[in-house]
DNA sequence: CCTTATCGGTTCATTATGTGAACCTTCATT
DNA sequence: AATGAAGGTTCACATAATGAACCGATAAGG
């Protein structure tokens, strides 16, 4: 792997740490030897992508992608369009809405509207799950190119719950009926009593470029109140796709 | 200098350009063999740093800092932190504020409000204005550590006006006035009418990591305007820095 | 008070990685 | 058909990355 690569991933990597990390360990995590570890922290923070603690001397993100990420803002506004969006999902179902971009390869969660009601789903922005676990997972694996999709399902798969499907040939069946209905649905695959329902918001091009997803404790989705959900996710993620692309593809055909 | 700063410095500079570029050109500005660029391209692009139009080829700044962004706002919330302040020192003050952030030896504008009156001063986010031009710059100059201010005096440093002091004596001068009252003041620096003042964001260590700044045309700003702004100013700036590290450091002495 | 085990950080011989002049293909212009 | 400039690729060579061993500091345990 190239230099830059280790870089990037082991930034990504302190980032994904949600406390300041001490060298050692971030090099343990990352599996890279100390020394190495320490350069790459070095470069990474001489452009202040990486900051070091003067005091506890242990590392954490830097500041330098908040400048960045406005820059990309102010011309690809996909937050700025994005979260109203996802506001007014979750104020129609009064259920929790998140929004992912599926980014280097995983599907990243980077805006929460949480239910208002007292028993709801709690999702963390800048978390990460398993494709195969999660509603907004199917749904992107559903409109990814073959190929994408079946390296994925060449992966070994880690089961969350009982419920969760691992098999590949089972994951090709729900992926296939997820593309067929626009729709995607999980039940109890990464947690138990939840179910969830995602639609992907696609590109130009017809790719993928995120999901919009509804999580709902189980106990308040019957039949006919899921078919709401589902509609209503895809509904929200058209409306995106279209903002943020001009007319939605699916449309056209 | 390491790869990783190559490809760090060669995503600043993507970033930096305000439309897609080609390789050639990127190449080019960035000073590198085109296939040393490409290389440094397709890893940021493995990454989402970077992102390339399937269609036309050509690079601009991808999505994954936008990611990263989230994750440093939500355990240093600059941003939030910061712009009520500024919005509320352009109620007060009735001119453009603007907030700068220190990063990578240089200062960038991360926000700004702009003036509600007929003639204003305009300032972009996203610029990087010269250190020695600014009020911004005088008043992060005054703070910063006695060797990083001497290698920037030592530099050949340009002129924007005639009224721009380049100069590194009569800068220091300066820079100690601004040291001593808290604030700095620009006339004409960098553009002709318009006067800006400013006063250093200091961290819990007494480095600035930022300043906030006042800019208005000069025929509205009389020597008694010029101290009410200069304490607007300082104020604001003192309540950032007072509500991102705790007590204002310049408070204790 | 010495031993042991961490920690962050550094060194330097070895080796893998990055480099760039020259090359290829494509495409628009002359 | 010739030209030039684009994006992209190749490979002998040079440089920069690597990691085992090291240092000094700090903390816990006997």
Redesign the pocket.
Known sequence: ??????ALSLLNLVASLSED?????IARLAA?????A??????LEAHDFIE?DKAT??YRIGAAPVRLARIREARFPFLRTAIPVVKALNEETEETCHLSEFSGHELWTVHVETSPRANRVIVDVGSCYPLHATASGLALLAFLPEESREAFLAQPLKAFTPHTVTDPEALRARINETRARGTSVSRNGLEPGVISTAAPVLSADGLPVGTISIAAPEVRVDDARLAELNSAAQAAASRLSAALYGLDIRQKR
């Open positions: 792997m190239s230099t830059v690569g280790k990390t001490g060298l050692s360990e890279l030897d100390k020394a190495t320490r350069r790459l922290l070095v470069d070091q001397k242990r």
